[in-house]
């Protein structure tokens, strides 16, 4: 379900949203909290969260390469599984797909942070538009679709990930 776009906002229904009991305790400065409404810092209020969903938070045990054979070498960091446009298999994520779709890749490389997914989902205008990487939201994707390799790839801002130990990305 997804929280209301306007009017009031129940604490009981933003727990719900989080996959809680109503009546768990919980606070606006919470983690958990922040990521669903793309608020890292700052001030946060219940308007904040108006017409957001919790989405598929994806646990991303990082991995890296570094393609040092370049002129200008490209340092990989997050995760690259099977089927992925990047050079090598690296790190590993759990789950594995998103709206019951493969999830190809999710990384940063050159200053951006790729998804990537098997098939065409650029039909969708909805299915992927936010992305919140360790409780920083990495703003609205570019979406393209490779026929050749049958991969979509949703193309971020920033690069949070760093290649060492374990991150979480919430896809919405």
Same mark, same amino acid.
């Given at each position: 379900m997804t929280l209301p776009a306007s009017g009031p906002i129940a604490l009981s229904a933003v727990n719900v949203e989080l996959g809680r009991? =109503?009546?768990?305790?919980? =606070?606006?400065?919470?983690?958990?909290?922040?990521?669903?409404? +793309?608020?890292?810092?700052?001030?946060?209020?219940?308007?904040?969260?108006?017409?957001? =969903?919790?989405?598929?938070?994806?646990?991303?045990?990082?991995?890296?390469?570094?393609? +040092?054979?370049?002129?200008v070498p490209f340092v990989y960091a997050g995760y690259a599984g099977t089927g992925t446009t990047a050079p090598v298999l690296f790190g590993s994520i759990s789950p594995t797909t998103y709206k019951g779709v493969f999830i190809k890749a999710l990384y940063n490389v050159i200053g951006g942070t790729q998804v990537q997914f098997l098939g065409n989902q650029t039909t969708n205008p909805s299915f992927l538009t936010t992305l919140i990487v360790n409780g920083t939201n990495l703003g609205a994707p570019?979406?393209?679709?490779?026929?050749?390799?049958?991969?979509?790839?949703?193309? @971020?801002? +920033? =690069?949070? @990930?760093? +290649?060492?130990?374990t991150s979480t990305a919430v896809l919405q």
């Open positions: 009991a =109503s009546t768990a305790a919980i =606070s606006l400065g919470e983690t958990a909290v922040r990521n669903l409404a +793309g608020k890292a810092t700052g001030a946060i209020s219940l308007g904040n969260l108006y017409g957001k =969903s919790a989405g598929t938070t994806i646990t991303v045990t990082e991995g890296s390469y570094n393609d +040092g054979n370049l002129k570019t979406i393209t679709y490779d026929t050749t390799t049958n991969t979509s790839t949703y193309q @971020f801002s +920033g =690069s949070p @990930f760093d +290649g060492v130990g």
